[in-house]
């Protein structure tokens, strides 16, 4: 009966383990960018970042203001580890490609990989390959985002941090 008894909490243990591993962040809310903890972006630029999550799908907006306008940035990520086809619209222009997005097996966020053509304002077709991590703190409060752009004009890194504002 106590090896029953041990073996039984024993599984119960790791389950839990198990379950508490596997949880995912939700990154739902309105995020702003902390400028002192961000690297590799131009002075003066402002960002708040407008997040749904349901499951597997995060919807977002992102407005980024620097000293030459206002983009808007409309994207949805599909979290499921998959090749999707997306669509990004950065205000009224759109960049078409394929991502690939899968959570952190520590559960503490996720990463994507993706391939997308934008069009230049001269006609010209830019590839760029583009590879996030979005990685959640513990308490929720904050989370950063690493971005590599590979692309004509070779390879940009940066660093950004969110605030939770609501």
Do not use: C, H
Request: proline share 2%; net charge positive.
């Amino acid at each position: 009966m106590k090896k029953f008894t041990l073996a039984t909490l024993l599984i119960v243990a790791l389950s839990a383990i198990l379950v508490f591993a596997a949880a995912k962040p939700n990154f739902t809310g309105t995020w702003l960018m902390d400028k002192s903890r961000t690297e590799g972006v131009p002075q003066g630029v402002e960002q708040i970042m407008t997040l749904t999550q349901t499951e597997d799908k995060l919807v977002l907006q992102n407005k980024i203001t620097t000293d030459a306008g206002e983009n808007v940035v409309n994207d949805t990520y599909i979290i499921n580890g998959k090749e999707v086809e997306f669509t990004q619209k950065v205000n009224e222009q759109e960049s078409r490609g394929k991502r690939t997005s899968k959570w952190l097996a520590d559960g503490s966020g996720f990463e994507s990989s993706e391939e997308l053509t934008r069009e230049a304002s001269d006609g010209t077709k830019i590839n760029q390959q583009v590879t996030r991590r979005w990685v959640m703190s513990s308490d929720g409060k904050t989370f950063t985002v690493e971005m590599t752009i590979n692309g004509p004009n070779g390879t940009t890194q940066t660093k950004r941090t969110f605030v939770k504002k609501s």
